[in-house]
T-cell receptor, first 114, second 115 residues
Framework: AQSVAQPEDQVNVAEGNPLTVKCTYS??????LFWYVQYPNRGLQFLLK??????LVKGSYGFEAEFNKSQTSFHLKKPSALVSDSALYFC????????????FGKGTMLLVSP | EPEVTQTPSHQVTQMGQEVILRCVPI?????FYWYRQILGQKVEFLVS????????KSEIFDDQFSVERPDGSNFTLKIRSTKLEDSAMYFC?????????????FGSGTQLSVL
């Protein structure tokens, strides 16, 4: 069975500092990996995905994520955080070797202070 | 950007009552999903729907749950006899394609509270 772990319930960072939101995954085959963000009273919004190729994936709002196969990780990063980045971030995985559902982590709350 | 719409945003019901959660997916999408998130827990897959039938469902989606696309635009989730443990945020999602790398578009959710 596939799974996603987001070890941090909350990440606090000051505006202008770099941020990292951690994600590790487990699948039987090769993964497709996703990050979604949820702002208050909104649905989950797609940020970025890793399919193949370059391990560093760039997405919306200046976010990027690095796929590391040996560590089975897909950490979300941004060089300089904004207060408006404060939201709930979800990592998700899907096994590309056969049909499988999109499996989410429990989410990490990112709080960016002014 | 087009959006998935869910109604109501909040639903309070008594245990044992039936509830219907409604969703309007993006108009040209063909794949539809329901997920739920119990407070503090993971977002869990419930069911996927394509071509007017369920394509996959999880262990959570037992006989008390059903889905329907009654009129070509709405996509509903019915819980026949709600239990306390059904209290959760329910998210509807849709996608244009069914490939594993397809991104899903989510609604803002319906918070279901079973008393």
């Amino acid at each position: 069975a596939q799974s996603v772990a987001q070890p941090e319930d909350q990440v606090n960072v000051a505006e202008g500092n770099p941020l990292t939101v951690k994600c590790t995954y487990s699948v039987s085959g090769n993964p497709y990996l996703f990050w979604y963000v949820q702002y208050p009273n909104r649905g989950l919004q797609f940020l970025l995905k890793y399919i193949t190729g370059d391990n560093l994936v760039k997405g919306s709002y200046g976010f990027e994520a690095e796929f590391n196969k040996s560590q089975t990780s897909f950490h979300l990063k941004k060089p300089s955080a904004l207060v408006s980045d404060s939201a709930l971030y979800f990592c998700a995985v899907r096994d590309r070797s056969g049909y499988s559902t999109l499996t989410f982590g429990k989410g990490t709350m990112l709080l960016v202070s002014p | 950007e087009p959006e998935v719409t869910q109604t109501p945003s909040h639903q309070v019901t008594q245990m044992g009552q039936e509830v219907i959660l409604r969703c309007v997916p993006i108009s040209n999408h063909l794949y539809f999903y329901w997920y739920r998130q119990i407070l503090g827990q993971k977002v869990e897959f419930l069911v996927s729907f394509y071509n007017n039938e369920i394509s996959e469902k999880s262990e959570i989606f037992d006989d008390q749950f059903s889905v329907e696309r009654p009129d070509g635009s709405n996509f509903t989730l019915k819980i026949r006899s709600t239990k306390l443990e059904d209290s959760a945020m329910y998210f509807c999602a849709s996608a244009n394609g069914g490939q594993a790398n397809e991104k899903l578009f989510f609604g803002s959710g319906t918070q279901l509270s079973v008393l």
